[in-house]
Protein backbone atom coordinates (compact mmCIF):
# COMPACT_ATOMS: atom_id res chain seq x y z
CA UNK A 1 0.00 0.00 0.00
CA UNK A 2 1.70 3.28 -1.04
CA UNK A 3 0.12 6.69 0.44
CA UNK A 4 0.23 9.84 -1.44
CA UNK A 5 -0.76 13.71 0.29
CA UNK A 6 -1.56 16.56 -1.63
CA UNK A 7 -3.59 20.35 -0.73
CA UNK A 8 -1.10 21.97 1.62
CA UNK A 9 0.27 24.88 0.87
CA UNK A 10 -0.04 28.58 2.62
CA UNK A 11 -2.90 30.08 4.31
CA UNK A 12 -3.35 33.49 6.26
CA UNK A 13 -5.09 32.59 9.56
CA UNK A 14 -9.19 31.60 9.53
CA UNK A 15 -8.08 30.65 6.12
CA UNK A 16 -8.90 26.81 4.83
CA UNK A 17 -7.35 23.97 3.35
CA UNK A 18 -8.32 20.64 2.20
CA UNK A 19 -5.92 17.76 2.07
CA UNK A 20 -6.45 14.41 0.54
CA UNK A 21 -4.55 10.91 0.41
CA UNK A 22 -4.80 8.95 -2.24
CA UNK A 23 -4.21 5.25 -1.02
CA UNK A 24 -2.76 2.51 -3.95
CA UNK A 25 -2.08 -0.69 -3.72
CA UNK A 26 -3.46 -3.65 -1.77
CA UNK A 27 -6.17 -1.38 -0.70
CA UNK A 28 -8.28 -3.82 0.62
CA UNK A 29 -6.02 -4.10 3.43
CA UNK A 30 -6.42 -0.49 4.91
CA UNK A 31 -8.33 -0.63 8.06
CA UNK A 32 -8.17 2.50 10.33
CA UNK A 33 -6.53 5.64 8.68
CA UNK A 34 -5.56 8.95 10.51
CA UNK A 35 -3.98 12.60 9.96
CA UNK A 36 -0.95 13.07 11.85
CA UNK A 37 1.58 16.23 11.85
CA UNK A 38 4.64 17.61 12.96
CA UNK A 39 5.85 20.59 13.64
CA UNK A 40 9.42 21.72 13.74
CA UNK A 41 11.17 20.63 17.08
CA UNK A 42 8.05 18.77 18.17
CA UNK A 43 7.16 15.08 18.27
CA UNK A 44 4.72 13.94 15.60
CA UNK A 45 0.71 13.95 17.07
CA UNK A 46 -2.28 12.54 16.11
CA UNK A 47 -4.81 15.24 14.59
CA UNK A 48 -7.49 13.22 13.78
CA UNK A 49 -8.66 9.23 12.93
CA UNK A 50 -11.49 7.37 10.95
CA UNK A 51 -12.16 3.35 10.99
CA UNK A 52 -13.21 1.62 9.01
CA UNK A 53 -16.90 1.82 9.55
CA UNK A 54 -16.48 6.13 9.10
CA UNK A 55 -16.73 7.04 12.86
CA UNK A 56 -14.14 9.44 13.85
CA UNK A 57 -12.19 11.06 16.37
CA UNK A 58 -10.08 14.32 16.74
CA UNK A 59 -7.81 15.77 18.54
CA UNK A 60 -9.02 18.63 21.35
CA UNK A 61 -7.19 21.68 19.18
CA UNK A 62 -8.59 21.01 15.94
CA UNK A 63 -12.85 20.12 17.35
CA UNK A 64 -15.41 22.04 15.56
CA UNK A 65 -12.47 23.01 12.82
CA UNK A 66 -11.45 19.99 11.39
CA UNK A 67 -13.52 17.42 9.52
CA UNK A 68 -12.07 13.62 8.71
CA UNK A 69 -13.70 11.98 6.17
CA UNK A 70 -12.73 8.58 3.67
CA UNK A 71 -14.42 7.75 0.22
CA UNK A 72 -13.53 3.78 -0.02
CA UNK A 73 -14.64 4.20 -3.62
CA UNK A 74 -12.11 6.14 -4.55
CA UNK A 75 -9.56 5.02 -2.29
CA UNK A 76 -9.02 8.39 -0.38
CA UNK A 77 -9.12 10.01 3.02
CA UNK A 78 -9.42 13.62 3.50
CA UNK A 79 -8.99 16.37 6.04
CA UNK A 80 -11.14 19.40 5.61
CA UNK A 81 -8.87 22.42 7.79
CA UNK A 82 -11.28 25.52 8.33
CA UNK A 83 -10.33 28.25 10.46
CA UNK A 84 -6.57 27.72 10.43
CA UNK A 85 -4.71 28.94 13.13
CA UNK A 86 -0.82 29.49 12.60
CA UNK A 87 -0.27 26.57 15.56
CA UNK A 88 -1.79 24.34 13.08
CA UNK A 89 1.54 25.09 10.69
CA UNK A 90 3.17 21.56 10.20
CA UNK A 91 4.03 18.49 8.10
CA UNK A 92 0.54 16.78 7.80
CA UNK A 93 0.82 13.01 7.16
CA UNK A 94 -1.66 10.39 6.33
CA UNK A 95 -1.24 7.13 8.22
CA UNK A 96 -2.88 3.88 7.32
CA UNK A 97 -3.42 0.99 9.68
CA UNK A 98 -3.47 -2.78 7.76
CA UNK A 99 -5.91 -5.20 8.61
CA UNK A 100 -2.10 -7.62 9.29
CA UNK A 101 -0.48 -4.96 11.49
CA UNK A 102 1.94 -2.92 9.43
CA UNK A 103 1.48 0.95 9.80
CA UNK A 104 1.79 2.69 6.60
CA UNK A 105 2.98 6.38 6.20
CA UNK A 106 2.50 8.81 3.47
CA UNK A 107 5.65 11.54 2.72
CA UNK A 108 3.52 14.47 4.20
CA UNK A 109 2.38 17.65 2.91
CA UNK A 110 3.14 21.49 4.21
CA UNK A 111 1.04 23.40 5.77
CA UNK A 112 1.86 26.63 6.62
CA UNK A 113 -0.92 29.48 8.29
CA UNK A 114 0.34 33.17 8.22
CA UNK A 115 -0.75 35.37 11.16
Known amino acids: VQLMESGGGLVQTGGSLRLSCAAS????????MAWFRQAPGKQRELVAGITRTGSPTYQDSVKSRFTITRDDAVNTLYLQMNRLEPDDTSVYFC??????????WGQGTQVTVSS
Open 95 to 104: HAKLYWGFDI
Open 25 to 32: GATFAIDD
